[in-house]
């Protein structure tokens, strides 16, 4: 099973900054693209952003672009989630999720859902 772990989520006020972790263990996570995924409360799931297999085609959502930067080191056989400029609606539980496709997370997860990383931005 293609299980992934995340890691790195905390307590930060507005306009700090944290690094979430994607680890993978029991396989090798060069080969498939990693979405990152957020739900706050009472809210569904949204991708947040994703990079595929290479690190050549990276998105982002439109909420978090210019403040969040994913990126991969498959020597470490993690990606990360770097988060700047933080706010109170960034709050939410931050999941990472691995996806077939070479060339970004278009397709389901192909994952399970682990327990997710907790952020919270509050003043």
């Known amino acids: 099973q293609l299980q992934v772990v995340e890691s790195g989520g905390g307590s930060v006020q507005p306009g700090g900054s944290l690094e979430l972790s994607c680890a993978a263990s029991?396989?090798?996570?060069?080969?498939?693209?990693v979405g990152w995924y957020r739900q706050a409360p009472g809210k569904e799931r949204e991708e947040v952003s994703c990079?595929?297999?290479?690190?050549?085609?990276?998105n982002y959502s439109d909420s978090v672009k210019g403040r969040f930067a994913i990126s991969r080191d498959d020597a470490k056989n993690a990606a990360y989630l770097q988060m700047n400029s933080l706010k109170p609606e960034d709050t939410a539980v931050y999941f990472c999720a691995v996806h077939a496709s070479d060339y970004g997370c278009g397709d389901s997860p192909i994952s399970p859902w682990g327990q997710g990383t907790q952020v919270t931005v509050s003043s």
């Open positions: 029991d396989f090798y996570l060069k080969y498939y693209s």
């Open positions: 990079i595929s297999s290479t690190g050549g085609i990276i």
